[in-house]
């Protein structure tokens, strides 16, 4: 922008281009010439280069002379002996001042070794460390977030996964018609993992395990489990003891649980109830009793009595007479005091008698008289008797001087197949009784006697 003078005030102003003839001195009001345009000097054109000479024949180089290979003196000192110098110099020094120095660097270093070496910037300013720290923070919390969002993400595939494994239709177990069946405690266990019956078999005796004094039904289709237990007043407390699975969820009453991957229960029939036999849980073994009734013995009679037995004394009187009954069918003549003691279960007393009848020892013979008094095993027990012969006529006599009429009378019976002489006083004393129920079989049982040892002889 030019600069001008007032003609009045002589006060510099700077004004723009193209000012015109009107313009006035803001201070004195007078009138400002417009400055003159500048002047161009004309100077001549760029002075050209001279002309390049025409190139000339090239000259005949001369041959090189022979070098001089002649061995010359070298006047500067060996690297070694300077280097074995400078080493003693420092040595000196470091004698003298024992802290630390930085290696003085040699004339004779490789120069590259300044290049290589790290090059040392300005100390930065505060400004500077500031937006470094920013970055840093910036670039962390950048990922953490990732971090966080891919975390969120993997939780909401699954939750959504699960919801889908656990969502559709399940089977439905039909509550059984007890009174010990509490409708409103009951708890519904929905499993994923019982792939084949196999699974469900192993799910279903863990959970037989768990259920301690409480009662379930299972069902299970498709790969799918539905178990409901009663009674269960605490769902949250009752999924913490679940013992075949990862608890999923517990939503009110409905627990869902992912199955563990379980041992699979023996094929065998006689090795699947042995294992049921000995769990601590009452629940499957009256099945597994039932199982090994109707199975045929084989040479594992040592393991299922060994199963069996603790089940002699077991508190539910069904469970210890159907015990009572699988203990007899497999047991052997070394198990007779056991089998004896059996007489006394109402339940198990006539397998009892027809496994003393099998076993033909003596030993038997006074207690299956003791059986004549019952109603049940009462027929078994006089087959029994008859079968052993004159050994049992002793015991049978003894049977006369019963209280109850109807032993007296099966007494006569079973005199008149295994009788002797020896039997005949005693019954000529119950022929003289005043019960003719009684004295007529008596009086019977002689004649036949009699006939029977006339016709021996």
């Given at each position: 922008?030019?600069?001008?003078?007032?003609?009045?005030?002589?006060?510099?102003?700077?004004?723009?281009?193209?000012?015109?003839?009107?313009?006035?001195?803001?201070?004195?009001?007078?009138?400002?010439?417009?400055?003159?345009?500048?002047?161009?000097?004309?100077?001549?054109?760029?002075?050209?280069?001279?002309?390049?000479?025409?190139?000339?024949?090239?000259?005949?180089?001369?041959?090189a002379s022979k070098?001089?290979?002649?061995?010359?003196?070298?006047?500067?000192?060996?690297?070694?002996?300077?280097?074995?110098?400078?080493?003693?110099?420092?040595?000196?020094?470091?004698?003298?001042?024992?802290?630390p120095r930085k290696?003085?660097?040699?004339?004779?270093?490789?120069?590259?070794?300044?290049?290589?070496?790290?090059?040392?910037?300005?100390?930065?300013?505060?400004?500077?460390?500031?937006?470094?720290?920013?970055?840093?923070?910036?670039?962390?919390?950048?990922?953490?977030?990732?971090?966080?969002?891919?975390l969120v993400g993997?939780?909401?595939?699954?939750?959504?996964?699960?919801?889908?494994?656990?969502?559709?239709?399940?089977?439905?177990?039909?509550?059984?018609?007890?009174?010990?069946?509490?409708?409103?405690?009951?708890?519904?266990?929905?499993?994923?993992?019982?792939?084949?019956?196999?699974?469900?078999?192993?799910?279903?005796?863990?959970?037989?395990?768990?259920?301690?004094?409480?009662?379930?039904?299972?069902?299970?289709?498709?790969?799918?489990?539905?178990?409901?237990?009663?009674?269960?007043?605490?769902?949250?407390?009752?999924?913490?003891?679940?013992?075949?699975?990862?608890?999923?969820?517990?939503?009110?009453?409905?627990?869902?649980?992912?199955?563990?991957?379980?041992?699979?229960?023996?094929?065998?029939?006689?090795?699947?109830?042995?294992?049921?036999?000995?769990?601590?849980?009452?629940?499957?073994?009256?099945?597994?009793?039932?199982?090994?009734?109707?199975?045929?013995?084989?040479?594992?009679?040592?393991?299922?009595?060994?199963?069996?037995?603790?089940?002699?004394?077991?508190?539910?009187?069904?469970?210890?007479?159907?015990?009572?009954?699988?203990?007899?069918?497999?047991?052997?003549?070394?198990?007779?005091?056991?089998?004896?003691?059996?007489?006394?279960?109402?339940?198990?007393?006539?397998?009892?008698?027809?496994?003393?009848?099998?076993?033909?020892?003596?030993?038997?013979?006074?207690?299956?008289?003791?059986?004549?008094?019952?109603?049940?095993?009462?027929?078994?027990?006089?087959?029994?008797?008859?079968?052993?012969?004159?050994?049992?006529?002793?015991?049978?006599?003894?049977?006369?001087?019963?209280?109850?009429?109807?032993?007296?009378?099966?007494?006569?019976?079973?005199?008149?197949?295994?009788?002797?002489?020896?039997?005949?006083?005693?019954?000529?004393?119950?022929?003289?009784?005043?019960?003719?129920?009684?004295?007529?079989?008596?009086?019977?049982?002689?004649?036949?006697?009699?006939?029977?040892?006339?016709?021996?002889?």
């Amino acid at each position: 922008m030019p600069v001008v003078t007032c003609p009045g005030c002589a006060v510099k102003l700077k004004v723009p281009d193209g000012l015109s003839a009107a313009a006035k001195c803001p201070k004195c009001r007078a009138a400002l010439t417009p400055p003159a345009p500048p002047a161009f000097e004309v100077v001549d054109d760029a002075p050209q280069a001279p002309p390049r000479p025409a190139p000339g024949p090239r000259p005949t180089p001369k041959p090189a002379s022979k070098p001089d290979l002649a061995p010359v003196d070298d006047e500067r000192p060996e690297r070694s002996a300077v280097r074995k110098r400078q080493a003693a110099e420092i040595d000196e020094r470091d004698d003298e001042d024992d802290r630390p120095r930085k290696k003085p660097r040699r004339k004779d270093d490789d120069e590259d070794d300044v290049e290589d070496a790290p090059k040392r910037g300005k100390k930065r300013s505060g400004a500077d460390r500031s937006r470094g720290g920013n970055r840093g923070l910036l670039l962390g919390g950048l990922a953490v977030g990732g971090l966080v969002f891919i975390l969120v993400g993997v939780l909401g595939v699954r939750y959504v996964m699960a919801e889908m494994a656990f969502g559709g239709k399940w089977p439905e177990p039909e509550p059984p018609k007890s009174k010990l069946w509490v409708a409103a405690e009951t708890v519904t266990l929905r499993i994923r993992g019982a792939d084949d019956v196999a699974a469900a078999e192993a799910i279903s005796e863990r959970l037989f395990d768990m259920a301690a004094d409480r009662h379930l039904v299972t069902a299970w289709a498709d790969g799918r489990m539905t178990v409901l237990f009663s009674p269960v007043k605490d769902a949250e407390a009752f999924a913490k003891e679940i013992n075949v699975g990862r608890v999923h969820s517990v939503k009110g009453t409905v627990i869902c649980v992912y199955a563990d991957k379980l041992e699979a229960l023996p094929t065998d029939p006689v090795a699947k109830a042995v294992r049921t036999l000995g769990r601590p849980a009452p629940a499957g073994k009256m099945s597994a009793l039932m199982t090994l009734s109707q199975t045929r013995p084989d040479d594992r009679r040592a393991e299922v009595l060994k199963a069996v037995e603790p089940l002699l004394d077991d508190a539910d009187a069904m469970r210890r007479g159907e015990a009572g009954n699988v203990y007899c069918a497999w047991a052997t003549v070394d198990n007779i005091a056991t089998v004896i003691k059996l007489l006394k279960n109402d339940n198990a007393r006539v397998r009892a008698v027809e496994a003393l009848a099998r076993f033909k020892d003596e030993r038997a013979i006074v207690p299956l008289t003791e059986c004549m008094g019952h109603f049940s095993g009462q027929g078994e027990a006089k087959a029994a008797l008859i079968a052993f012969g004159p050994a049992a006529e002793d015991a049978v006599i003894k049977l006369l001087d019963n209280s109850e009429r109807n032993v007296r009378l099966l007494a006569c019976e079973m005199l008149i197949k295994i009788g002797s002489a020896k039997c005949l006083p005693a019954l000529e004393r119950t022929a003289k009784d005043r019960d003719r129920s009684v004295n007529a079989p008596a009086k019977n049982a002689i004649l036949q006697i009699n006939q029977r040892l006339s016709s021996k002889s």
